[in-house]
């Protein structure tokens, strides 16, 4: 007989006898194993998430340069939106391009990360965000960029301001979708 042709005087039965099954632990070391698990799974390291981060950064990053050449740098010819920047004058350009730059790459990691490793991210949103700035800087140096103190300085304002703002957005979206999903709200 099927479960499903089961009686409930069955059902009933069958469920008895399970709640009167003698217990059993399980062994210590697969406990301590999985709460270990569990535990790394909600409380990412910060290292980690960065090195996540940084990936995203690098893929999406490169995708920006198609539209918004930093420093120069781009994958194809044209001006892109620094064109539309330029109307506003080399800082304002600056500032929007790091905007665009690392803006772009903190909105993607707030949709593929994992909520907790976006709660990471916000923890040391300041921190993770000046040092991805910085570090795309060292690439364009190494890439042969040729930059002004002043204009590389409104670059990383830029991208940090572009960055946090992004990151925030991302979640608010992503907190909202999840929360109309599970909640219906």
């Known amino acids: 007989m099927s479960r499903k042709e089961m009686t409930p005087k069955q059902w009933s039965d069958e469920f008895q006898e399970f709640m009167s099954a003698r217990e059993t632990e399980p062994p210590q070391n697969l406990s301590i194993g999985i709460l270990a698990r569990i535990r790394a799974d909600l409380s990412p390291a910060a290292w980690l998430v960065f090195s996540k981060m940084a990936l995203i950064h690098s893929v999406v990053g490169t995708m920006v340069l198609l539209f918004c050449p930093q420093f120069g740098i781009t994958i194809l010819p044209g001006m892109g939106l620094m064109a539309l920047f330029m109307r506003f004058?080399?800082?304002?350009?600056?500032?929007?391009?790091?905007?665009v730059f690392l803006g772009s790459s903190a909105l993607a990691a707030s949709?593929?990360?994992?909520?907790?490793?976006?709660?990471?991210?916000?923890?040391?949103?300041?921190?993770?965000?000046?040092?991805?700035?910085?570090?795309?800087?060292?690439?364009?140096?190494?890439?042969?960029?040729?930059?002004?103190?002043?204009?590389?300085?409104?670059?990383?304002?830029?991208?940090?301001?572009?960055?946090?703002?992004?990151?925030?957005?991302?979640?608010?979206?992503?907190?909202?979708?999840r929360r109309r999903i599970i909640h219906g709200i």
Request: glycine share 12%; proline share 1%.
């Open 89 to 99: 004058g080399e800082t304002a350009c600056m500032v929007g391009c790091g905007a």
């Open 111 to 177: 949709f593929f990360l994992r909520p907790e490793e976006v709660k990471v991210i916000r923890k040391n949103k300041l921190l993770q965000l000046s040092s991805l700035a910085m570090l795309s800087i060292g690439v364009f140096i190494c890439l042969g960029a040729s930059m002004v103190a002043t204009l590389g300085l409104a670059w990383v304002i830029g991208s940090v301001v572009g960055g946090l703002a992004t990151l925030e957005l991302g979640w608010i979206i992503r907190s909202r979708f």
